[in-house]
């Protein structure tokens, strides 16, 4: 596992992100008042390396990405950030030998070979409390004029960004969209003025995610956490395995739960005993990922049956996968 990643963040909400694998889980406050700032020390963990171990255990191949330019579709004039396709790209080259960035969108003899189709959604700047700011990057605070720049330089006291992107994935050797893997999610930033602090919050449609960088790291690196939750999800829709597991707090994707749970009990012995390896790995229990049933192993699978009211034996049953698949 390579090195985490190390930040100093503050916490506006409740925190969702989780370990897995061998990773120590961060530890995290649950704060009701919103206008306290309490700074914690934590670990964020790049999702980006853990989606690689996903879709070498799941798929068993690599996946084949191009990345067309993300469009503006706001209509906004201000500075939107403008490396955004950059950072997109970045995330999917993060990812690891499992993931496959190509720079043109010649797919012959390519496998699992699929467009990244991308826009921003949504771009406003948003005023408070007796702060007026618009889209452009531009706002009045009393009598004053004040402009910033994407990077997160912003001389008023307080601002609220809120950014969205898509991305609508299509086949690359068809050229058709694909059903049921578009990603929409939108990121809300808020500068407080009590330390120059960003903090930031993520919902949309596999994640929600709340969380806060100190102004060091700024609106970019709020941004790049949008973009890498995004990509985890839009690959996990393509590829079929359980995205939602990278964070604790997850929101489950029940067609793929379907789809993995039925192909489940078309495996041969030695896959399904990987694939709950794996996953139990993932929900914190100390075992190392095999194709043979070892007694660590058959211990993991009875103490976790025993936590969740199922039957405590080394039994590979379609409920039990069920149980693992999900948060």
Not at 228 to 257: H, M
């Amino acid at each position: 596992m390579k090195k985490i990643a190390k930040l100093s963040v503050v916490v506006l909400s409740t925190l969702i992100l989780g370990g897995c694998m061998a990773e120590p889980k961060p530890e995290f406050t649950n704060k009701e008042d919103t206008k306290r700032i309490d700074k914690i020390k934590t670990e964020y963990s790049n999702v980006l390396e853990r989606t690689n171990t996903m879709i070498q255990v799941f798929n068993s191949e690599p996946m084949n990405i191009y990345v067309d330019t993300i469009e503006n579709k706001t209509g906004a004039r201000g500075k939107l950030p403008a490396d955004i396709t950059d950072i997109v790209k970045n995330s999917f080259n993060n990812i690891g030998d499992f993931v496959t960035l190509i720079y043109n969108d010649n797919s012959e003899g390519l496998k699992n070979a699929y467009t990244i189709n991308g826009a921003i959604t949504q771009y406003d700047v948003i005023s408070s409390k007796d702060k007026g700011v618009n889209a452009a990057g531009t706002g009045t605070v009393g009598k004053r004029h004040n402009r910033w720049d994407a990077d997160g330089s912003v001389d008023s006291e307080e601002q609220t960004i809120k950014l969205g992107i898509m991305f609508n994935p299509s086949d690359m050797h068809k050229g058709n969209y694909i059903a049921k893997t578009s990603t929409r999610n939108t990121i809300t930033i808020e500068k407080k003025s009590s330390a120059n602090e960003f903090a930031f919050s993520i919902l949309g449609s596999g994640f929600g995610f709340n969380n806060a960088v100190t102004k060091s790291q700024g609106i970019h690196a709020s941004i790049t956490v949008l973009v890498e939750l995004s990509v985890a999800e839009v690959l996990g829709k393509l590829g079929k395995f359980p995205y939602w597991l990278l964070l604790n707090g997850g929101k489950p994707n029940r067609d793929i739960i379907n789809y993995l749970s039925h192909s489940f009990l078309q495996e041969p012995l030695n896959r399904k005993i990987q694939l709950v390896s794996y996953l139990l790995a993932l929900h914190g229990k100390n075992v190392q990922i095999t194709r043979i049933m070892t007694d660590d192993l058959k211990r993991a699978i009875i103490e976790y049956k025993s936590e969740h009211g199922l039957p405590a034996d080394d039994t590979l049953s379609k409920k039990f996968y069920i149980s693992l698949l999900n948060p």
